[in-house]
T-cell receptor, first 115, second 109 residues
Framework: GAGVSQSPSNKVTEKGKDVELRCDPI?????LYWYRQSLGQGLEFLIY????????KSGLPSDRFSAERTGGSVSTLTIQRTQQEDSAVYLC?????????????FGPGTRLTVT | GQSLEQPSEVTAVEGAIVQINCTYQ??????LSWYQQHDGGAPTFLSY????GLEETGRFSSFLSRSDSYGYLLLQELQMKDSASYFC??????????FGSGTKLNVKP
């Protein structure tokens, strides 16, 4: 079956512009995560959606970052007034959350470059 | 966020066994996952421990000791294709995950 898809795969933008990143999770997966990975670094948790519950936004680095998930499926991560330090690979993952099942399936990521 | 500690780099030869350690902060901890990431690729799930002890999946095994706030990933019969970065990820408050900075494994012939 289809895996997690993300678009665009690459995005180059000028400092100060807004960008929107999209994630299509695996059908039926109730949990969706956004992470950020800088070159050679680990994954930084950004936000977590579970079903229809309010998202856990505690990892968002500033109020320039926001995310939504429509109809419990597709999610968009929006970065307003981009800064050079926002340059990174943005990874989306989904999982079918059951107790003791924590297998996350990752998309290929969106490489964001802010010039 | 919570911080996890793991070695930055490990080198081993084909056919050998290698252990990658990970320590984590205890407060709110639920379980420890392991992911593999090849250069330019997305992380892929390897293993998860919610309880103390060893979980075995083929050549890969993962261990957890809650009393020591410590876990490890054990890779046996190393192959060249195992050269990748390996991340431990701790789940807190059921579904918030924090990843370590990753261990780069270099497998040499």
């Amino acid at each position: 079956g289809a895996g997690v898809s993300q678009s665009p795969s690459n995005k180059v933008t000028e400092k100060g512009k807004d960008v929107e990143l999209r994630c299509d999770p695996i059908s039926g997966h109730t949990a969706l995560y956004w992470y950020r990975q800088s070159l050679g670094q680990g994954l930084e948790f950004l936000i977590y959606f579970q079903g229809n519950s309010a998202p856990d936004k505690s990892g968002l680095p500033s109020d320039r970052f926001s995310a939504e998930r429509t109809g419990g499926s597709v999610s968009t991560l929006t970065i307003q007034r981009t800064q050079q330090e926002d340059s990174a690979v943005y990874l989306c993952a989904s999982s079918l959350v059951e107790r003791n099942t924590y297998e996350q399936y990752f998309g290929p990521g969106t490489r964001l470059t802010v010039t | 966020g919570q911080s996890l500690e793991q070695p930055s780099e490990v080198t081993a030869v084909e056919g050998a066994i290698v252990q990658i350690n990970c320590t984590y902060q205890t407060s709110g901890f639920y379980g420890l996952s392991w992911y593999q990431q090849h250069d330019g690729g997305a992380p892929t799930f390897l293993s998860y421990n919610a309880l103390d002890g060893l979980e075995e999946t083929g050549r890969f095994s993962s261990f957890l000791s809650r009393s020591d706030s410590y876990g490890y990933l054990l890779l046996q019969e190393l192959q060249m294709k195992d050269s990748a970065s390996y991340f431990c990820a701790a789940s807190y408050n059921f579904n918030k995950f924090y990843f370590g900075s990753g261990t780069k494994l270099n497998v040499k012939p």
